[in-house]
C-alpha cells in the first residue's frame, strides 16, 4: 500500500491545478523539488485516486493533465484539513 507524503501530494496537485484542460504535465522530481522516490509514490497514489484527467505512465515516468473534481477535493483536503 502506498503512503506518500502530503507535502508531495499537496506539491503534484497544486502544479497541476496550473494546467489548461488539454495540456500535460511532465513530472520532474527536480523540478519539483521532490525525492524520486517521494515523487513516484505520490504520483501513483494520485493517479490511482483518479486524481487528473488523464495521465501517462511510461519507465517510470509519468505526465498528469488537468486536476480532475476529484483531484480539486483532495487538494482543497489536504490543503485545509
Given at each position: 500500500?502506498?503512503?506518500?507524503?502530503?507535502?508531495?501530494?499537496?506539491?503534484?496537485?497544486?502544479?497541476?491545478?496550473?494546467?489548461?484542460?488539454?495540456?500535460?504535465?511532465?513530472?520532474?522530481?527536480?523540478?519539483?523539488?521532490?525525492?524520486?522516490?517521494?515523487?513516484?509514490?505520490?504520483?501513483a497514489f494520485l493517479v490511482e485516486?483518479?486524481?487528473?484527467?488523464?495521465?501517462?505512465?511510461?519507465?517510470?515516468?509519468?505526465?498528469?493533465?488537468?486536476?480532475?473534481?476529484?483531484?480539486?477535493?483532495?487538494?482543497?483536503?489536504?490543503?485545509?484539513?
Amino acid at each position: 500500500m502506498l503512503n506518500p507524503s502530503k507535502s508531495d501530494c499537496i506539491t503534484i496537485l497544486s502544479a497541476a491545478s496550473e494546467l489548461a484542460d488539454d495540456s500535460m504535465l511532465p513530472l520532474d522530481y527536480g523540478r519539483l523539488g521532490l525525492s524520486r522516490n517521494g515523487m513516484l509514490t505520490a504520483a501513483a497514489f494520485l493517479v490511482e485516486r483518479a486524481c487528473f484527467r488523464r495521465y501517462k505512465e511510461g519507465d517510470g515516468h509519468y505526465a498528469v493533465g488537468a486536476l480532475s473534481l476529484q483531484g480539486r477535493l483532495r487538494l482543497d483536503q489536504l490543503s485545509n484539513g
